[in-house]
């Protein structure tokens, strides 16, 4: 099992930001070791509610001190991407979560936002590069990098990229189906399933879920694989809608060869606080390597409304190098 020791929420946009583009969530804090001195951790934010009472959600960032990561240096002081046109796949919502350096660019994976008629949204993820070490990005394109397919039918969304021994890898989510939850609203069922590519432009994939879920309709969330003590490990989110377990929570699994993944929600070993902003939900998860430490981001109650927070491994017992 994992020990971790949680730091606090470090930021909160309700309380911290100024930003009339930045008044609540901070959702999929995703971390990037942007020099000697800074941490910066990329976001997606949202206004308040417009007049339709319809959400938009932008990317931003928040910058921490690297030596002390409760400490918040800067806030970006502009959406990084503008939304898309009308009608495109990124026109009400883009969400960062994964971020990765590769030959002197910086790519950013992210979440495109489309409104529906008979249920509330779809999804299709993006790409975007800065090469200007992070301060800004340029979509690569209008359209989705990957988006619906014959076996993907309903969207896909929350990538998380890594390029590993010359090969790209992609964890993503796939939406299996739609659950109608009364009064003619509808709740989306999805599953992590895994892409690989030669380029991180052109992917590979089937669309078939590689996490074993516990319940039918189990949803699940941004997948973080990291290597450490021989083997590979992942944390996630999990939750079933329409249920009293329709908060998140964070299971584990395990592969070493990441293709078969096991799943032991248990040795994830950390939940919800007693109290407070991640009392009733922890999710989007995401890893970084730091200066000796293994660092994990989240978000807490609400999907993220009061921002992010950080909690840091402190050990973990010999059962999981098994």
Known sequence: MFSWKKLGNIFNPRLSSGRDWMQEYAQCPTPLILDDSTVRVYIACRPQRGG??????????????????????????????????????????????????????????????????SVPYTLAIGMAVSRDGGATFEKSGEGPLLATALNEPYFVTGPIVQVIDDQWHMWYLTGRKWLESGNGKYEPVYQIVHATSSDGIDWIRDGIPIVPTLSEDECQDIFAPFFLAGKWHAIFAHRKPNTAESEYRLGYAS??????????????????????????????????ELDGRLLMFYCGNAFGREGFGIAELTGYSAALRD
Do not use: H
């Open 52 to 117: 339709d009472l319809q959400y938009v959600s932008y990317p931003g960032y928040v910058d921490l001190a690297r030596d002390d990561l409760t400490r918040v240096v800067g806030i970006s002081a502009a959406p990084l991407l503008p939304l898309g046109n009308s009608g495109s796949f990124d026109e009400f919502g883009i969400m960062p979560s994964c971020i990765l350096r590769k030959d002197g660019a910086i790519y950013m994976y992210y979440s495109g936002w489309s409104r529906m008629q």
């Open 255 to 288: 592969s070493d060869d990441l293709e078969t993944w096991r799943r032991d929600d248990a040795q994830a070993g950390i939940t919800t606080s007693a109290s407070g902003w991640d009392a009733q939900m922890m999710c989007y998860p995401q890893l970084l």
